[in-house]
């Protein structure tokens, strides 16, 4: 449907480039994102305003590819020196904070369409977790010359805390929203056997659950009839 490529994305792009090779990851990222939007718009053409922004952080992304591989190499590459690399390192900033920030939205619209309460509360708790996060980011990549250290640490643990919830919201929309007609299809299945077990005994209590609640109405529904006769 989508999510499996937005998963990859973010991925790529937040959790794997924390390293000093991030200019090799986030072109990948970008380019699944791209995919996974692609899929996404024929189930909501909101999905097309997507595109432009994931386009463009795609070719910033190129671009600080192109940056980094010549600081590795040591390479003298026409053009890319002088301030264009601090150019490129602010518009990054800016545009992968704007993705963090739109990704969530989709994630909210695309949840609530199918009436999946839990996964947009999730959503729309993440995305305010993720402005927070964005807002501390770049308040501190401009004005980390007069900024005390502490504020440095506390941002990163910020981010830190709000990748990992995005990513676990990202990921439960994976697993639980499919396309119209999709909906009594089985648990897709790992190739973890301990992994299937965890999900089987979680079915196991949520049909439960639902039997359980279904009962209780059932029997507050029967008691109230009682009561008008």
Avoid: H
């Avoid at 790529?12 to 990851?25: D, E, K």
């Avoid at 190499?73 to 053009?79: D, G, H, N, R, V």
């Avoid at 739109?102 to 369409?113: D, P, T």
Wanted: hydrophobic content about 50%; some cysteine.
């Amino acid at each position: 449907m989508g999510f499996g490529y937005y998963v990859l994305g973010y991925l790529f792009t937040y959790v794997l480039s924390i390293n000093a090779y991030r200019f090799a990851f986030i072109p990948v990222g970008m380019a699944f994102f791209l995919l996974g939007t692609a899929e996404l718009r024929n189930y909501n053409d909101k999905f097309n305003y997507f595109i432009p922004i994931l386009f463009l952080t795609f070719l910033n992304a190129v671009l600080g590819m192109v940056i980094g591989l010549g600081d590795l190499f040591l390479w003298e590459i026409p053009l890319v020196t002088g301030v264009l690399p601090k150019i490129q390192g602010w518009v990054d900033l800016i545009l992968t904070s704007a993705v963090q920030l739109m990704l969530q939205y989709y994630l909210y619209i695309m949840a609530q369409q199918v009436d999946l309460q839990k996964q947009r509360r999730r959503a729309l708790y993440s995305g305010i977790i993720t402005a927070v996060y964005c807002f501390l980011n770049i308040f501190l990549s401009f004005g980390k010359a007069f900024l005390p250290g502490i504020f440095a640490s506390f941002t990163a643990l910020i981010g830190l805390v709000t990748v990992v919830i995005n990513f676990i919201v990202l990921f439960s929309c994976y697993m639980y929203i499919c396309p119209q007609g999709q909906e009594d299809m089985p648990r897709r299945q790992s190739r973890f056997a301990f992994i299937n077990k965890m999900n089987a005994f979680r079915d196991e209590k949520e049909r439960q659950t639902i039997e359980s609640s279904n009962a209780y109405y059932q029997k507050r529904r029967e008691e109230r009839k009682q009561k008008k006769k």
